[in-house]
T-cell receptor, first 113, second 112 residues
Framework: DVKVTQSSRYLVKRTGEKVFLECVQD?????MFWYRQDPGLGLRLIYF???????EKGDIPEGYSVSREKKERFSLILESASTNQTSMYLC????????????FGPGTRLTVL | AQSVTQLDSQVPVFEEAPVELRCNYS??????LFWYVQYPNQGLQLLLK??????LVESINGFEAEFNKSQTSFHLRKPSVHISDTAEYFC??????????FGQGTTLQVKP
């Protein structure tokens, strides 16, 4: 069974902290994605990666960075967390072709106080 | 630029009633369309997709969607819903750079 796992389901951090969200996939997928999900806004793409050490900005990259040192792992980093980054964060992976299904992790609900 | 609009944020319906979740898209390139479903406390999973060919596509659990090019729509329908269909549904389109663009989501609330 294919799987995308995220390191935490719930996370509470303080303003200004550095936050790491980890995502691991076991399907040998080339593409990996980070989205944030907010009510009424759907999912918005933060960053994606189509290969190890490669990354591309999505629609809302400000305040975030990413790291992909291994094919199966894609990390999202909040350099200095702010309250407006309180959200649900979803990781996904897919094979390289555009029309392929994306497989999603269960999400991390991050609260920044 | 591509965009997706889901016209209803919430759709309440009684069990065994039919339902339609509306989705309109704008795209200037070839259209690949998707419906994803998110059950409570879970990640998203693919429900069905349209890439080419027959404009009517079906899922394994009784949902169907019809690609209508003239109306730029990809509405999701089910003739008889179950309590277990309660979830949030997202319509999405592939952009010309290969990224998924999601609609705002529609919460389907099935009542007994």
């Amino acid at each position: 069974d294919v799987k995308v796992t995220q390191s935490s389901r719930y996370l509470v951090k303080r303003t200004g902290e550095k936050v790491f969200l980890e995502c691991v996939q076991d399907m040998d997928h080339e593409n990996m994605f980070w989205y944030r999900q907010d009510p009424g806004l759907g999912l918005r793409l933060i960053y994606f990666s189509y290969d190890v050490k490669m990354k591309e900005k999505g629609d809302i990259p400000e305040g975030y960075s990413v790291s992909r040192e291994k094919k199966e792992r894609f990390s999202l980093i909040l350099e200095s967390a702010s309250t407006n980054q309180t959200s649900m964060y979803l990781c996904a992976s897919s094979p390289p072709a555009w029309d392929n299904e994306q497989f999603f992790g269960p999400g991390t609900r991050l609260t920044v106080l | 630029a591509q965009s997706v609009t889901q016209l209803d944020s919430q759709v309440p319906v009684f069990e065994e009633a039919p339902v339609e979740l509306r989705c309109n898209y704008s795209s200037s390139v070839s259209v690949y369309l998707f419906w994803y479903v998110q059950y409570p406390n879970q990640g998203l999973q693919l429900l069905l997709k349209y890439l080419s060919g027959s404009t009517l596509v079906e899922s394994i659990n009784g949902f169907e969607a019809e690609f209508n090019k003239s109306q730029t729509s990809f509405h999701l329908r089910k003739p008889s819903v179950h309590i277990s269909d309660t979830a949030e549904y997202f319509c999405a389109v592939i952009s010309n750079t290969g990224k998924l663009i999601f609609g705002q989501g529609t919460t389907l609330q099935v009542k007994p």
